[in-house]
């Protein structure tokens, strides 16, 4: 496995992390996989929800998944799975709610992924989200081995 | 009227329950039985509430509930009307263990089936517990939703609005997460509101400035959050007035939020001039006394009947799936073999989505 590459982000306020989410959004294709990081408050659903609903033919609410554990959605190309892994006990689970195979078919962006454990998707985009030096500002850090990401991070974020 | 006796059944959630009713002519429903298995006790020992997710689990409790349910009621299969079962929305595993358990019923019974959707289980009620009389406004308020309705039929909400993030049950247990308190927060924060100051942090009241019944409380989560860290910053940790004071800031904050947006949603209601105009606040938050006190003196302003449906009606059942079943199977509504389950199902398509981020995209 090759070392992971990182780049860093400073995203000033929530639209430009909603504009970031965006443009990254357009780029993704079925069996994509978004690794949302970060505490309570950084952002994530924040993030996944200005993406999804970019990708949205039909306006449709995006709701927070920490209770229902999964949100799907018709993308233009594939489903789209938003969920939120917090309230899983075991690894195990993630089977139970279909993820995996939505790993393979999907675009699928996962809050709270160290409760994947070793079934996190090696092909995965890590996004870690920590505050800013303001309120409304967030530091994001990106890493990936996969090479697919290498380019597209480029172009998106110079 | 024709007497009818439902059996219901709910496995859309975290927990697996069924439920035998029964309307004798037109009185109010009587709930010969309503069991509910779930796993509440060990919900504590985690950081959230444990979900049962899998398929197989729900699949295996049902038959048990089932039987359960008749016994209770003491009655047979042979003596119900009808099987009543939640076809969404959900977690699609559970929701498809429930219907696939009530068409077996169905089909060896010979007995109607009819799917309900979750969330009308829940809109419904205020008719079970009280009779209450269409149209009337509910506020659906829990974990996972946050909206408000004009509840006119069986088949037929209007959403006036809702939450566009984060769900005030939701933001009560996360809330609690943020200050080391028990799960499920709703009842750890409020205990501990009550010990504090509400006035010493001053947290916003996000969308208050806007037009229209949408809430947001997602920015009220980080608010706390920063003024967790700001204390810890300044003094190293938090005394425990410390986190009673956070607690009742942002009790007071959903507080002032839900009476405000009550009261317009209550405006748009009142214009339609219901003969018995009626607000019925469901969900796990009516629970909070402060949140229910508020919404009480905002309806006895304007005159307007208030009822909270008894708790253990209001968190996940089949008494609520059996009533709503009651009501489509009355209308004529019978499903047939091909009833699917629907992981997403809005109760109300016409009216425009909650796009969060307080945005309005071009409408659909």
Redesign the interface.
């Known amino acids: 496995m090759s070392l992971p590459r990182v780049h860093h982000l400073t995203l000033p306020d929530?639209k430009q992390t909603?504009g970031f989410a965006v443009r990254l959004g357009a780029c993704l294709q079925p069996g994509d996989v978004l690794l949302l990081e970060g505490p309570?408050?950084a952002g994530k659903?924040?993030f996944a929800?200005?993406l999804i609903?970019s990708l949205l033919a039909?306006?449709?609410?995006?709701?927070?998944p920490?209770?229902?554990?999964?949100?799907?959605y018709d993308g233009p190309d594939c489903e789209i799975w938003h969920s939120d892994l917090?309230?899983?006990?075991h690894p195990d689970?993630v089977a139970?709610?279909?993820l995996i195979d939505a790993f393979d078919t999907a675009i699928c962006l996962v809050e709270w992924p160290d409760r994947l454990g070793v079934l996190a998707p090696e092909q995965a985009l890590h996004l870690s989200f920590e505050p800013g030096a303001t309120?409304d500002a967030r530091r994001l850090t990106l890493r990936w081995t996969d090479p697919r990401w290498t380019d597209l991070i480029t172009e998106l974020a110079p | 009227m024709r007497t009818l006796t439902i059996l219901g059944l709910e496995s859309s959630c975290d927990d697996t329950a069924a439920a035998v009713l029964r309307q004798t002519g037109d009185a109010r429903p009587e709930i010969l039985s309503s069991v509910v298995m779930g796993q509440n006790d060990l919900h504590a020992a985690f950081g959230g509430v444990v979900p049962e997710i899998a398929a197989r689990a729900h699949a295996e409790r049902l038959d048990g509930c089932v039987i359960k349910a008749l016994d209770q009621a003491g009655l047979s299969l042979r003596e119900i009307d009808a099987v009543a079962v939640t076809a969404g929305p959900g977690l699609i595993g559970g929701v498809i263990s429930g219907v696939m358990c009530a068409k077996g019923i169905a089909l060896g019974a010979g007995l109607p089936l009819v799917g309900v959707n979750h969330l009308a289980g829940h809109a419904l009620t205020p008719r079970l517990t009280d009779g209450a009389a269409y149209p009337y406004l509910m506020l659906l308020v829990s974990g996972g939703h946050c909206q408000f309705l004009i509840v006119r039929g069986a088949d037929d909400f209007t959403r006036l609005g809702g939450t566009i993030d984060d769900a005030p049950g939701e933001a009560f247990d996360k809330t609690a997460r943020l200050l080391g308190l028990p799960q499920p927060g709703g009842p750890s924060v409020e205990l501990q509101a009550k010990q504090g100051d509400p006035a010493r942090f001053r947290f916003p009241r996000p969308l208050l400035d806007r037009p229209g019944c949408d809430m947001s409380f997602s920015g009220l989560k980080t608010a706390l959050l920063r003024a967790r860290d700001g204390l810890i910053a300044e003094q190293g940790g938090l005394t425990r007035a410390d986190r009673a004071d956070l607690c009742a800031g942002f009790q007071a904050a959903m507080r002032d939020v839900l009476a405000e947006k009550t009261r317009r949603a209550l405006a748009l209601y009142r214009a339609e001039a219901p003969a018995q105009p009626m607000l019925a606040v469901a969900g796990g938050v009516a629970a909070n006394l402060a949140i229910r006190g508020a919404l009480e003196t905002v309806c006895a302003e304007q005159g307007i009947g208030f009822t909270a449906p008894p708790l253990a009606l209001c968190t996940d059942n089949a008494a609520m799936i059996a009533y709503a079943g009651l009501e489509r199977f009355r209308s004529g509504h019978v499903d047939d073999m091909t009833l699917a389950a629907r992981p997403r199902w809005p109760l109300d398509r016409g009216s425009p989505p909650l796009l969060g981020s307080g945005k309005k995209g071009a409408k659909a």
Do not use: K, M, N, W
């Open positions: 929530p909603a309570i408050g659903t924040h929800r200005a609903q039909q306006p449709e609410d995006v709701p927070s920490t209770f229902t554990l999964v949100q799907i917090y309230r899983l006990g689970e139970e709610l279909g309120d």
